[in-house]
């Protein structure tokens, strides 16, 4: 139970009414405050706190305290006293709603330390949400803003203890949070980084990404008892702060160094407000789904204009993992990761067998274990992820790590690269090695020999199929090819091909002849220009093509990507394999996929169950499958108001084009009646 619902049982606080008239009363104070108000609900969870974690009377705790010398209605949002009589201020508490920018929040150190000089108590204390700043003038001039940072404020009138987080004290260990809280947190976070536009948004995410590396590992190394290293404790400057978080993180960087190459690039007192919006939260404790809604929502508003072309909708992630159906002992690639959806779509899938198979893993413990036997292999050993963008290999890094490792097999490379030089970074990431790939490569660039040499071109026998003039292989300088009629005329190969015909080849490369299968996003001029027709040919040498889904035009333009597109599900040949034209292809039109141009949500929504403002479960439907979406009734992203909140969802297995697909496979005599 939270503070809060501590209080609210014991008496000490009262809630009455409902929505936007919503009321809260504070016993002893005799106060009524506006619930429904963000900045009411965080005084209400830090005045519990006062009472059941710091020990205070409630009758010395007082609000809207008006504040002398200060203007006629400035008043202190809450003030601790000492003695019964009230006139002995001790703690001057200001209180602002979670998510307020930097400024905002150094606007309210300010005022609250206002309002303590003017009341003469020695301690300030400033919170919004889960970030929160104390100080301590007890032996500091007023003007102090730094050196008097203590970790946490004292229990009972005693003195401010070292440090505020311990593991596994009871009371003093980190909590998990709420996915709105969690969300929150990432905001600020980045906010903080980004600095008004001195860093770009991807470099501050990387940044980011970093600093929750090493606030990760922290929990889990860290020994029982013993403080956390990423906070900040009594007495310690901001130089001191950042040097501890800089060590610990070198110290990673050597026993990893493919992780992360370069330093954490944050002044002191930047690094210092991030801990502050971090230092509470157990990302350890927090649950996935919470830690995966959270960062894919920012990531996806992160993406968007500048980033678009690195990301793909997560509707179409899913689907092609559906189709595909991966196996926990599938070895998974996708060599054009970016910040690694297809990835981590793929550990769901496994994970979601594993909660099939153990669906009591929450509360059996021998389950749980069984359960994470069950799924962590995969995670760590069995997904890989190609990047050519160091900085988006970074975030998809970061992304494997908040899922639960496999992070070690991101590597920051071109895909495209000579295969010999893939394998050194990563030995499992060689030629005919992979049983799934999932990938959107990217689109519309070039590759040109001039560039890249003559040896980097010649790996790629699809440039022997990029000749206007025949449907088959063109006559090289050196001679006559096979499959090409006599008398056809030599011309020279391609000096530049686009990327993805290339990645088609590298698809093909990478997955086992005859049981390898790949799920590819490609433009629909793949499938559709005359002047590719030879790229066709090598497709149906190469591949069995098992299914293709054309996507709408807008798939890709909530992101600024307006190409049409269309999916391709493939199985490479075994060598000497062919494929009559008379084996079935699965060919579909997907209209309504989840979203719209604007990235607006198209399902179609039916309420499967629900216990008013407590849960509910719907069902949303689109033409790829459906989905079972859990909600809880609570705090939301809408300015803190109550309302629905999305606690998990999964995709029904057998429904939509993807139960189609799989009667296909069965029988698709029926498709051609």
Same mark, same amino acid.
């Not at 490609?522 to 066709?536: A, E, H, W």
């Given at each position: 139970?939270?503070?809060?619902?501590?209080?609210?049982?014991?008496?000490?606080?009262?809630?009455?009414?409902?929505?936007?008239?919503?009321?809260?009363?504070?016993?002893?104070?005799?106060?009524?405050?506006?619930?429904?108000?963000?900045?009411?609900?965080?005084?209400?969870?830090?005045?519990?706190? &006062?009472?059941?974690?710091?020990?205070?009377?409630?009758?010395?705790?007082?609000?809207?305290?008006?504040?002398?010398?200060?203007?006629?209605?400035?008043?202190?949002?809450?003030?601790?006293?000492?003695?019964?009589?009230?006139?002995?201020?001790?703690?001057?508490?200001?209180?602002?709603?979670?998510?307020?920018?930097?400024?905002?929040?150094?606007?309210?150190?300010?005022?609250?330390?206002?309002?303590?000089?003017?009341?003469?108590?020695?301690?300030?204390?400033?919170?919004?949400?889960? !970030?929160?700043?104390?100080?301590?003038?007890?032996?500091?001039?007023?003007?102090?803003?730094?050196?008097?940072?203590?970790?946490?404020?004292?229990?009972?009138?005693?003195?401010?203890?070292?440090?505020?987080?311990?593991?596994?004290?009871?009371?003093?260990?980190?909590?998990?949070?709420?996915?709105?809280?969690?969300?929150?947190?990432?905001?600020?976070?980045?906010?903080?980084?980004?600095?008004?536009?001195?860093?770009?948004?991807?470099?501050?995410?990387?940044?980011?990404?970093?600093?929750?590396?090493?606030?990760?590992?922290?929990?889990?190394?860290?020994?029982?008892?013993?403080?956390?290293?990423?906070?900040?404790?009594?007495?310690?400057?901001?130089?001191?702060?950042?040097?501890?978080?800089?060590?610990?993180?070198?110290?990673?960087?050597?026993?990893?160094?493919?992780?992360?190459?370069?330093?954490?690039?944050?002044?002191?007192?930047?690094?210092?407000?991030?801990?502050?919006?971090?230092?509470?939260?157990?990302?350890?404790?927090?649950?996935?789904?919470?830690?995966?809604?959270?960062? +894919?929502?920012?990531?996806?508003?992160?993406?968007?204009?500048?980033?678009?072309?690195?990301?793909?909708?997560?509707?179409?992630?899913?689907?092609c993992v559906q189709m595909l159906s991966p196996e926990k002992s599938d070895l998974v690639l996708d060599p054009a990761c970016g910040s690694g959806g297809f990835l981590?779509?793929?550990?769901?899938?496994?994970?979601?067998?594993?909660?099939?198979?153990?669906?009591?893993?929450?509360?059996?413990?021998?389950?749980?274990?069984?359960?994470?036997?069950?799924?962590?292999?995969?995670?760590?050993?069995?997904?890989?992820?190609?990047?050519?963008?160091?900085?988006?290999?970074?975030?998809?890094?970061?992304?494997?790590?908040?899922?639960?490792?496999?992070?070690?097999?991101?590597?920051?490379?071109?895909?495209?690269?000579?295969?010999? +030089? &893939?394998?050194?970074?990563? =030995?499992?990431?060689?030629?005919?090695?992979?049983?799934?790939?999932?990938?959107?490569?990217?689109?519309?660039?070039?590759?040109?020999? =001039?560039?890249?040499?003559?040896?980097?071109?010649?790996?790629?026998?699809?440039?022997?199929?990029?000749?206007?003039?025949?449907?088959?292989?063109?006559?090289?300088?050196?001679?006559?090819? +096979?499959?090409?009629?006599?008398?056809?005329? =030599?011309?020279?190969?391609?000096?530049?091909?686009? !990327?993805?015909?290339?990645?088609?080849?590298?698809?093909?490369?990478?997955?086992?002849?005859?049981?390898?299968?790949?799920?590819?996003?490609?433009?629909?001029?793949? &499938?559709?220009?005359?002047?590719?027709?030879?790229?066709?040919?090598? &497709?149906?040498?190469?591949?069995?093509?098992? =299914?293709?889904?054309?996507?709408?035009?807008?798939?890709?333009?909530?992101?600024?990507?307006?190409?049409?597109?269309?999916?391709?599900?493939?199985?490479?040949?075994?060598?000497?394999?062919?494929?009559?034209?008379?084996?079935?292809?699965?060919?579909?039109?997907?209209?309504?996929?989840?979203?719209?141009? !604007?990235?607006?949500?198209?399902?179609?929504?039916?309420?499967?169950?629900?216990?008013p403002a407590k849960e509910k479960v719907e069902i949303h439907h689109c033409d790829f499958f459906d989905y079972r979406v859990w909600y809880n009734y609570g705090e939301?992203?809408?300015?803190?108001?109550?309302?629905?909140?999305?606690?998990?969802?999964?995709?029904?297995?057998?429904?939509?084009?993807?139960?189609?697909?799989?009667?296909?496979?069965?029988?698709?005599?029926?498709?051609?009646?």
């Amino acid at each position: 139970m939270t503070y809060l619902e501590q209080a609210l049982e014991k008496g000490y606080l009262q809630l009455t009414g409902d929505g936007k008239n919503q009321k809260i009363v504070y016993v002893a104070a005799d106060y009524t405050g506006r619930y429904s108000d963000p900045e009411e609900q965080v005084r209400a969870e830090f005045w519990a706190e &006062l009472v059941l974690r710091y020990e205070y009377k409630p009758e010395r705790i007082h609000l809207e305290v008006t504040v002398p010398r200060r203007t006629p209605t400035d008043r202190a949002d809450i003030v601790v006293c000492k003695d019964d009589e009230n006139k002995d201020p001790y703690i001057v508490v200001e209180c602002k709603k979670d998510g307020i920018s930097d400024a905002e929040f150094n606007q309210a150190v300010e005022q609250a330390c206002g309002n303590r000089a003017s009341l003469g108590a020695p301690f300030a204390a400033i919170v919004a949400g889960s !970030t929160r700043r104390f100080l301590d003038f007890s032996k500091h001039k007023p003007q102090e803003r730094e050196k008097n940072i203590v970790a946490d404020l004292p229990v009972r009138y005693g003195n401010p203890p070292e440090n505020r987080y311990y593991k596994g004290k009871a009371g003093q260990d980190l909590s998990s949070v709420s996915r709105e809280m969690l969300r929150s947190a990432i905001r600020k976070c980045h906010q903080t980084l980004w600095e008004g536009g001195k860093r770009t948004p991807i470099a501050a995410f990387g940044e980011f990404c970093k600093i929750i590396f090493i606030k990760i590992r922290d929990e889990k190394e860290t020994k029982q008892g013993k403080p956390y290293q990423v906070q900040q404790r009594t007495g310690e400057t901001l130089e001191e702060l950042s040097q501890r978080i800089q060590n610990l993180y070198e110290a990673e960087q050597k026993a990893e160094p493919g992780v992360f190459t370069e330093k954490i690039n944050v002044e002191p007192g930047v690094l210092a407000q991030v801990v502050e919006h971090i230092e509470a939260i157990n990302f350890n404790k927090t649950d996935l789904d919470t830690k995966g809604v959270a960062f +894919e929502e920012f990531m996806g508003s992160f993406f968007k204009g500048d980033f678009g072309q690195y990301f793909t909708p997560r509707e179409l992630i899913a689907f092609c993992v559906q189709m595909l159906s991966p196996e926990k002992s599938d070895l998974v690639l996708d060599p054009a990761c970016g910040s690694g959806g297809f990835l981590l779509y793929a550990l769901d899938y496994i994970r979601e067998q594993a909660t099939r198979e153990y669906s009591n893993w929450e509360t059996d413990a021998e389950e749980r274990q069984n359960w994470l036997n069950y799924w962590h292999p995969f995670a760590q050993n069995n997904i890989f992820g190609i990047e050519i963008n160091d900085e988006l290999a970074r975030v998809a890094k970061m992304n494997m790590i908040i899922h639960d490792d496999g992070h070690t097999n991101i590597i920051s490379h071109d895909a495209l690269d000579f295969t010999k +030089e &893939l394998k050194a970074e990563r =030995a499992k990431i060689k030629p005919g090695n992979f049983d799934l790939i999932l990938t959107n490569p990217p689109f519309g660039s070039v590759v040109k020999e =001039a560039e890249k040499g003559k040896d980097y071109m010649a790996q790629f026998e699809l440039r022997n199929y990029l000749n206007k003039a025949t449907t088959g292989r063109i006559i090289t300088e050196e001679g006559e090819s +096979e499959g090409v009629e006599r008398g056809a005329k =030599a011309v020279k190969l391609r000096a530049s091909v686009k !990327t993805e015909i290339l990645f088609l080849e590298r698809v093909h490369t990478f997955l086992k002849p005859n049981t390898g299968r790949a799920a590819v996003v490609v433009p629909d001029g793949i &499938l559709t220009n005359s002047s590719l027709q030879g790229v066709r040919d090598w &497709l149906l040498e190469h591949f069995q093509i098992l =299914a293709v889904v054309g996507l709408p035009q807008f798939a890709f333009q909530h992101y600024d990507a307006g190409v049409k597109a269309s999916i391709l599900f493939m199985r490479r040949l075994e060598k000497g394999e062919t494929i009559t034209d008379e084996t079935p292809i699965f060919m579909a039109l997907a209209e309504n996929i989840g979203y719209d141009a !604007t990235g607006r949500k198209t399902f179609e929504v039916k309420v499967e169950s629900e216990t008013p403002a407590k849960e509910k479960v719907e069902i949303h439907h689109c033409d790829f499958f459906d989905y079972r979406v859990w909600y809880n009734y609570g705090e939301t992203a809408d300015k803190g108001k109550p309302g629905w909140s999305e606690r998990h969802r999964a995709v029904i297995p057998n429904t939509g084009l993807v139960a189609q697909f799989y009667q296909f496979q069965r029988d698709p005599t029926p498709f051609f009646v």
